[in-house]
């Protein structure tokens, strides 16, 4: 019984520290060792064009981010779904959707899991927008996410502007709020 209990509260801890608030002692712990992760391109910065990567989505459709040149862009990449800090994340650009839509923002959130957990996030939490899937980690490649907590995704944001170039990057994300932070910024 203790055991089990012993295994209850690591499970909960490592959840928090996968998508915990960024000022939770949980969410900088470090890194499980292991085979060490290279990531092959450049983290980008801001005035670099957008990667051109085609996102598989939750229901099987695939968008190529080019397509949505000519409008704003927001590329969030998270952890984990239906973790502590994640469904913050996503509570919060959904409850900030109008807002972001009326502001011409479109916006995809990019973590690791399948198509079935997107889709149960997104009914669970009711989110009006897609999420894509990118188990082989080709999109956080393409845009030099590293590998953040247990091999999963850091939590970074990418606003891309209307000429596909991208115009704001946030490297260190607090979930609560970071949807106004985005909306400002692409006021700006």
Known sequence: ????????VAGALLSTAACGKKDDPAATAPAASGPATTVT???LKEGDPAPDVTMPLQDGRQLKLSSLKGQLAVVYFYPKDQTPGCTVEAENFRDKFDDLKKAGIAVIGVSTQDAASHKAFIEKEKLPFDLAVDEDKSIAKAFGVPPGFMGMHARQTFLIGKDGKIKKVWRDVTPKDHA???LSAAQS
């Open 1 to 8: 019984m203790k055991a089990l209990t012993l295994l209850l």
């Open 41 to 43: 391109t450049a983290a």
């Open 180 to 182: 106004n932070e985005v």
